[in-house]
C-alpha cells in the first residue's frame, strides 16, 4: 500500500536551475496538492488540483508550475529556482469532499544555491 | 479567510503526565478541523478530525481532541504521554463548504515529553 510517493527526497539546485518534483498516488484519489513547509510557518498550499486536466493557484504559487494529465500524477515545476525556494515540499491527495482526510507524501527536501 | 493559531511553540511535558497542545482558529461557517503528526524527517501523518457530531473525537495512538465551537478551539489531549510521543504536532481547519480544498495548516508545536 504505497500511498503517496514523492521522489525525489533530497536535491540541491543552483539558482536558475529548473527541476521537476515527482509526486504519484494509488489510491484513486481525485484531489492532490502541493504544500511547502517553513520554520515557523507551517504548512502553505502552493497549487491544487481537483481531476485531471484541472488545477488551480494556492496561497504561495509563483515561480511554480503543475499540471495533471492522469488521477494519479500530479508533478511540481520549479521554473528558475530561487534561494527562497529552499523548502520542505509535501505532496498530499484526498477523496474529494472537504470532510475527507489528505494524506501526505514523505516530503521533498530542496536546497537552491 | 481562515486561520489557526497555535499559542506554543514548544510544549514540555514528564512522562507519564497528561498533555495538551492548544489550537485555535477562525473560519466563516462551520468548521472541519484535523490534527497532523510529523516526525524528523518525515510527512504529516494523520491522528483524528472533527467533521460533525460528538465533541470530543477520538485518534490515533490514544490521542483526543475537544471541539468547542464558542472557544474556536480544537486542543488536543492524551491522558498519560509517552516518550516516542515527543514530534510537531499540527492543528489545521477547513471550511465545510462546498468547493473548500484549502487546509490551512498553523505554525506547529513542537512536544518533548521528558523521561
Same mark, same amino acid.
Given at each position: ?25 494509488? /489510491?484513486?484519489?481525485?484531489? /492532490?496538492?502541493?504544500?511547502?513547509? $517553513? ?10 488540483? &481537483?481531476?485531471?486536466?484541472?488545477? $488551480? ?15 494519479? $500524477? ?5 521554473? #528558475? ?5 529552499? !523548502?520542505?515540499?509535501?505532496? @498530499? !491527495? ?5 470532510? =475527507? ?13 | @479567510?481562515?486561520?489557526?493559531? +497555535?499559542?506554543?511553540? +514548544?510544549? =514540555? ?13 477562525? &473560519?466563516?461557517?462551520?468548521? *472541519? ?7 524528523? =524527517? ?17 485518534? !490515533? ?9 464558542? +472557544? ?7 491522558? #498519560?504521554?509517552?516518550?516516542? $510521543? !515527543?514530534?510537531? *504536532? ?10 473548500? *480544498? ?14
Amino acid at each position: 500500500n504505497a500511498g503517496v510517493t514523492q521522489t525525489p527526497k533530497f536535491q540541491v539546485l543552483k539558482t536558475g536551475q529548473s527541476m521537476t518534483l515527482q509526486c504519484a498516488q494509488d /489510491m484513486n484519489h481525485e484531489y /492532490m496538492s502541493w504544500y511547502r513547509q $517553513d520554520p515557523g510557518m507551517g504548512l502553505r498550499l502552493i497549487h491544487y488540483s &481537483v481531476g485531471a486536466g484541472i488545477t $488551480d493557484q494556492g496561497e504561495v504559487p509563483n515561480g511554480y508550475n503543475v499540471s495533471r494529465s492522469t488521477t494519479e $500524477d500530479f508533478p511540481l515545476r520549479l521554473l #528558475s529556482a530561487a534561494p527562497s525556494q529552499t !523548502s520542505v515540499y509535501f505532496c @498530499a !491527495s484526498s477523496f474529494e469532499g472537504s470532510g =475527507n482526510t489528505i494524506y501526505f507524501g514523505e516530503g521533498s527536501w530542496l536546497t537552491v544555491v | @479567510a481562515q486561520s489557526v493559531a +497555535q499559542p506554543e511553540d +514548544q510544549v =514540555n511535558v514528564a512522562e507519564g503526565n497528561p498533555l495538551t497542545v492548544k489550537c485555535t482558529y477562525s &473560519v466563516s461557517g462551520n468548521p *472541519y478541523l484535523f490534527w497532523y503528526v510529523q516526525y524528523p =524527517n518525515r510527512g504529516l501523518q494523520f491522528l483524528l478530525k472533527y467533521i460533525t457530531g460528538d465533541n470530543l473525537v477520538k485518534g !490515533s495512538y490514544g490521542f483526543e481532541a475537544e471541539f468547542n465551537k464558542s +472557544q474556536t478551539s480544537f486542543h488536543l489531549k492524551k491522558p #498519560s504521554a509517552l516518550v516516542s $510521543d !515527543s514530534a510537531l *504536532y499540527f492543528c489545521a481547519v477547513k471550511w465545510s463548504g462546498a468547493g473548500s *480544498y484549502q487546509l490551512t495548516f498553523g505554525k506547529g508545536t513542537k512536544l518533548s515529553v521528558i523521561p
